[in-house]
């Protein structure tokens, strides 16, 4: 297996985050795993058994093209398929805020898998917050590339609302990582409050009692 420190730079740096919180050789399912860019990682740095869903063909064939085992499928209608805890890590990337019921589909994730880890990109910033008031404009950035009329983000959550949401289908955080502006880590004894205005992204691993 390739160690993490040996990989490109242009990797996204929750991924890298999230690749460090699966165990080796674990059972894993990408849930809109795009052009593949995490299978592949996992595949090399934890050899993994990696599976992927990608709603778009275009990011199947991407996928498929680097050797993955990717299908074409919707998060928001194609979990059902998937038997009880028939993987070890389930895993959606800056994906949930562009589901279309995002409580079901976490349910649906910590059904068939142990532990869940979401990343997410925090709609709480204080960037976005300046943005808002003071601009009176929906945020653009290299987080959140897109103009309102045709961005995917049909959900803007922030931190504290997805642990909220946590909270609600009855499961627990079992590690939360909070990243600033410039992809540093916000030190761990910062008060959610803290989180949730200076946090540019998060990443989260999830699991529910009896799992």
Known sequence: MTDLAD???????????IAD???????????GCGDGALLELLE?????????IEISQEGVNAAVGRGLSVIQGD?????????????????????????????????????????????LPNF???DVRFRLM??????????????????????FCTIRDFV?????????????????????RLPFSLPWIVWNLLGAQAVFLLSRDGH
């Open 7 to 17: 990989l490109t730079s242009d990797v996204r740096i929750d991924l890298k985050l």
């Open 21 to 31: 919180l699966i165990e080796p050789g674990s059972r894993v399912l990408d849930i």
């Open 44 to 52: 090399r740095t934890r050899g993994v058994d990696a599976r992927g």
């Open 75 to 119: 998060a928001d209608s194609d979990l059902v398929q998937y038997p009880d805890q028939s993987f070890d890590y389930v895993v959606l990337s800056h994906t949930i805020q562009a589901t279309r019921n995002a409580r079901r589909v976490l349910d649906e994730m910590l059904r068939i898998g142990r532990h869940v880890v979401v990343s």
């Open 124 to 126: 709480g910033h204080l």
């Open 134 to 155: 003071f601009l009176g404009r929906m945020p653009v950035s290299k987080r959140l590339p897109y103009s309102w009329y045709d961005t995917p983000n049909i959900h």
């Open 164 to 184: 909220e949401l946590v909270k609600d289908v009855g499961a627990h955080v079992d590690q939360a990582i909070v990243l600033d502006a410039s992809g540093k």
